[in-house]
């Protein structure tokens, strides 16, 4: 199994609210990332976490909060948004260290109101 | 950090046409390199890498990559696009630890 699933595909949110995204992977990865990817852009880098600890904070707002409950398991807690936030958000993950290929999946694509 | 260019932001090429995107990263040091395409609406898929060894890689869906490290390029090649082709293309480079640095993006439309 060489997938990365991501939940919700799609998320509408009002700038007062609360909500999560949700990626999942059984592929034995140990590190986990977090991507922001607008429209003909690149993804830009926004968290990592190996062995299950946040590694990299590319100084991300604090309205966005990452967690990894387990090795398999990684979350975006989403709160207080702005319209900018509004993108693609990619889920990968790697073996981790130099020279293994990211899997990423098919991203949530987030739309703050 | 890493730089990595990718000169052309859009490339379009007829159908059954040959098609060169390409790549220059900044580093002096050994990178590895990829390839990513991603579809509308779609996270990115891996077309290819350079780790070591033979400078001509191939990848998936028939496309190739030579690495030029006197050049510091890694272009992406395929001798026939199809339809199917139409995409974004990301050329990225990890050095050490678990990030990568993309590039911009080319995004290649085929006519047919």
């Known amino acids: 199994d060489t997938e990365v699933t991501q939940t919700p595909k799609h998320l509408v949110m009002g700038m007062t609210n609360k909500k999560s995204l949700k990626c999942e992977q059984h592929m034995g990865h140990r590190a986990m990332y977090w991507y922001k990817q607008k429209a003909k852009k690149p993804p830009e880098l926004m968290f990592v976490y190996s062995y299950e600890k946040l590694s990299i904070n590319e100084s991300v707002p604090s309205r966005f909060s990452p967690e990894c409950p387990n090795s398999s398991l990684l979350n975006l807690h989403l709160h207080a948004l702005q319209p900018e936030d509004s993108a693609l958000y990619l889920c990968a993950s790697s073996l981790g260290g130099r020279g293994y290929e990211q899997y990423f999946g098919p991203g949530t694509r987030l739309t703050v109101t | 950090a890493q730089s990595v260019t990718q000169l052309d932001s859009q490339v379009p090429v007829f159908e059954e046409a040959p098609v060169e995107l390409r790549c220059n990263y900044s580093?002096?040091?050994?990178?590895?390199l990829f390839w990513y395409v991603q579809y509308p609406n779609q996270g990115l898929q891996l077309l290819l890498k350079y780790l070591s060894g033979s400078t001509l890689v191939k990848g998936i869906n028939g496309f190739e990559a030579e690495f030029n490290k006197s050049q510091t390029s890694f272009h992406l090649r395929k001798p026939s696009v199809h339809i199917s082709d139409t995409a974004e293309y990301f050329c990225?480079?990890?050095?050490?630890?678990?990030?990568?640095?993309f590039g911009t993006g080319t995004s290649l439309t085929v006519i047919p």
């Open positions: 990225a480079v990890s050095d050490i630890g678990n990030q990568f640095y």
């Open positions: 580093s002096s040091v050994s990178v590895y």
